[in-house]
């Protein structure tokens, strides 16, 4: 006769194993409440801007434009572009307002002008209504295989639309994460299935939070 019992240990203990050994995603991925786009026909996109790069990788570094603090890490040269790349792919897929791309390439001289001002000169002089840019924290590369780690894939990243006009935040979101084990956090179970029990990369994290994000673009 099948001891039903025992089966059901068994299998209890067997998927306590996989979640001890398989990893999920913590997920920190929050959007502000979407402004209005009224009067917003044009937007000026700004190269993600390697903030880390400028104050150090060893501290908690705040957004220049929210004010949240993220832990400062490492960032590859070209993680920038490649972000503004997946950001116009998004703003594609989830608006059809115009575009104009640019290099992040504003200089401040000797001023020292806050940032939403920079941000709204660019916007101005591109002749756009609003202004999409990001800036990136933290970008540090899972250190093995999708299968086991030495060290897992850790983000952190923000994204922020601005009104030229006024300079008021229209919409903004942020990505901060790290993968953990299943075990570690079992409220994240959804992630889990989601990643297919994998150790994701970086880039797979970065594209999968930012996706979360413009889910919530407003629409005009």
């Known amino acids: 006769m099948i001891n039903l019992r025992k089966i059901f240990l068994l299998l ?11 990893g999920c995603v913590e997920t920190h991925v929050k959007t ?35 004010g949240n603090y993220f832990e400062a890490g490492q960032v590859p040269p070209d993680t920038g572009d490649r972000l503004t790349q997946q950001a116009v792919d998004m703003l594609e897929r989830h608006s059809s307002i115009a575009m ?28 756009a209504d609003a202004v999409l840019t990001g800036y990136i924290y933290r970008y540090d590369d899972r250190v093995g295989t999708n299968l086991a ?12 639309l601005i009104r030229v006009a006024d300079g008021v935040d229209i919409w903004s979101g942020y990505v901060d994460e790290t993968q ?5 956090d079992l409220f994240k179970a959804s992630d889990f299935f989601r990643r297919k029990g994998r150790w994701v990369s970086a880039d797979e994290m970065a594209g999968a939070g930012l996706e979360k994000i413009f889910e919530s673009f407003p629409k005009p």
């Open 180 to 184: 953990q084990t299943l075990a570690e």
């Open 12 to 22: 209890v203990s067997a998927l306590g194993v996989v979640l001890l050994l398989t």
């Open 32 to 66: 502000e409440q979407p402004g209005t786009m009224n009067d917003i026909k044009t937007v000026l996109i700004l190269t993600f801007t390697d903030v880390s790069a400028i104050h150090g990788e060893k501290e908690m570094i705040k957004c220049p434009l929210c």
């Open 100 to 127: 104009l791309v640019r290099d992040r390439t504003i200089n401040q001289g000797n001023e020292r002008i806050p940032e939403r001002q920079l941000i709204t000169r660019a916007g101005k002089s591109a002749g």
């Open 149 to 160: 780690v030495k060290s897992p894939a850790s983000v952190a990243l923000s994204i922020h």
